[in-house]
């Protein structure tokens, strides 16, 4: 099973919708969780730390589930500016990326 | 957003040549690293360095190795480039690992290799 797997989609979003993906990971020992952005042809930049009672930024809202070691992205009211590739990312002895999200958010 | 600088930022050259690859940063982090990324591939760490002159391997560390001379200076050699080793790599820095801390590694913005 590998460490950190993404659907990588593409997830064609309708501009305004909402949008939700998930990504499991494999080490139950695993402490810290991330969702990072990667824009094409760029370097991915942290987006949000997910934490485990959950958080909110804006119109983002991560998730955490320890018993079934998913984590998860919702982005509400999809801009234009939100199509970018959405990468789960998971802190063990070092971080360990998943493949990514692709997200493209349709006018 | 974090001072990291790669060069050069697109390169090609041929089978067994040698290459290097600079990252640079004004942070003054602690902990550099080296990535690359590949269509179908999760970023994959080649080496990294947990200081001046203390460096180890990632996961994918054959043919590859660093030096860190400097704090700010973080360098990749292929010692003799393949075809496999087009890709693109990324440099990033942390300023803490601890494996319960939230502190962010910040990215360069690439170098674009290719091997022909």
């Known amino acids: 099973r590998k460490e950190v797997e993404q659907d990588p989609g593409p997830f064609n979003v309708p501009e305004g919708a909402t949008v939700a993906f998930n990504c499991t990971y494999s080490n139950s020992a695993s402490q810290s969780f991330f969702w990072y952005r990667q824009d094409c042809r760029k370097e991915p930049k942290l987006l949000m730390s997910?934490?485990?009672s959950g958080n909110e930024d804006g119109r983002f809202t991560a998730q955490l589930n320890r018993a079934s070691q998913y984590i998860s992205l919702l982005i509400r009211d999809s801009k234009l500016s939100d199509s970018a590739t959405y990468l789960c990312?998971?802190?063990?002895?070092?971080?360990?990326f998943g493949k990514g999200n692709q997200v493209v958010v349709i006018p | 957003d974090a001072g990291i600088t790669q060069s050069p930022r697109h390169k090609v050259t041929e089978t067994g040549t040698p290459v290097t690859l600079r990252c640079h940063q004004t942070e003054n982090h602690r902990y550099m690293y080296w990535y690359r990324q590949d269509p179908g591939h999760g970023l994959r760490l080649i080496h990294y360095s947990y200081g001046v002159k203390d460096t180890d391997k990632g996961e994918v560390s054959d043919g590859y190795s660093v030096s860190r001379s400097k704090t700010e200076d973080f360098l990749l050699t292929l010692e003799s480039a393949t075809s496999s080793q087009t890709s693109v790599y990324f440099c990033?820095?942390?300023?803490?690992?601890?494996?319960?801390?939230?502190?962010?590694?910040?990215f360069g913005p690439g170098t674009r290799l290719t091997v022909l």
């Open positions: 990033a820095t942390a300023n803490s690992i601890s494996s319960s801390s939230y502190n962010e590694q910040f």
């Open positions: 990312v998971v802190k063990m002895s070092r971080l360990a």
């Open positions: 997910v934490y485990s």
